[in-house]
C-alpha cells in the first residue's frame, strides 16, 4: 500500500542533544509538510518542500531544519532540543495540485529528558 | 489568532444516531477543506472534503456542509457508530502545496 512512513514512532533525546526524525514516502507526492502537534492543540507547519523549493513558516525557530535529499525522504533536524520542543512531529504528503490533499504519517513522538 | 475554530471541545452521542460537528473559518480566501479523523499515537487520517465551489460533499455515513456566506462548514455522521470515536479536525487552505490551518480538534465519543 501507498503510505507516509515515520521513524522512529517514539524518540527519547536529552535536552541539547541533536535529533533527526525521519519520514518516507510511496506515494510520489511533490510536496512533504512537517507539523508539529503538542498536546490538545492543532497540528502547526513548520515548513515544506515543494519538490526541491524548501518554504519555511515564518514562526519556525531557527532551532528547526529539514532536508529532502530526494523525491521519498524528508527529515526534521532539531539542532537543540529544548523542554518545549517535546511534542508529536507529523509528516504529511501531498500532489500540490488543486484538490490537494494532505496525506499524514502516523507521527514521532518526541519526549526531551 | 485563529482562523480555523472548533468551539465544541467534545461531543456525546448514542451509537445510531447523528453526530454532527462544527467549524468556523475567518478568512474567505480558503478554497478548501478538509475533515480529519485522530485516534490517540495515531497520525490524522484523511476522511472528507469539499472545495469552496460546492455546498455538500457526501461519502458514505459522511457528509460536509459548507456555508460560505456564514463561514461555517459541518460535517454529519450518519449513523454514528462506536468505531467513529476519535478527535476530528477540521482544516482550511488558500492554496494548493501550501500549509493547512487546523482547528484544534472535536473529540467526539459514541456509546453503546
Known sequence: DAMVIQNPRYQVTQFGKPVTLSCSQTLNHNVMYWYQQKSSQAPKLLFHYYDKDFNNEADTPDNFQSRRPNTSFCFLDIRSPGLGDAAMYLCATSTGGSADTQYFGPGTRLTVL | ?112
Open chain 2, 1 to 112: 489568532d485563529q482562523q480555523v475554530k472548533q468551539n465544541s471541545p467534545s461531543l456525546s452521542v448514542q451509537e445510531g444516531r447523528i453526530s454532527i460537528l462544527n467549524c468556523d473559518y475567518t478568512n474567505s480566501m480558503f478554497d478548501y477543506f478538509l475533515w480529519y479523523k485522530k485516534y490517540p499515537a495515531e497520525g490524522p487520517t484523511f476522511l472528507i472534503s469539499i472545495s469552496s465551489i460546492k455546498d455538500k460533499n457526501e461519502d458514505g455515513r459522511f457528509t460536509v456542509f459548507l456555508n460560505k456566506s456564514a463561514k461555517h462548514l459541518s460535517l454529519h455522521i450518519v449513523p454514528s457508530q462506536p468505531g467513529d470515536s476519535a478527535v476530528y479536525f477540521c482544516a482550511a487552505r488558500n492554496q494548493a502545496g501550501t500549509a493547512l490551518i487546523f482547528g484544534k480538534g472535536t473529540t467526539l465519543s459514541v456509546s453503546s
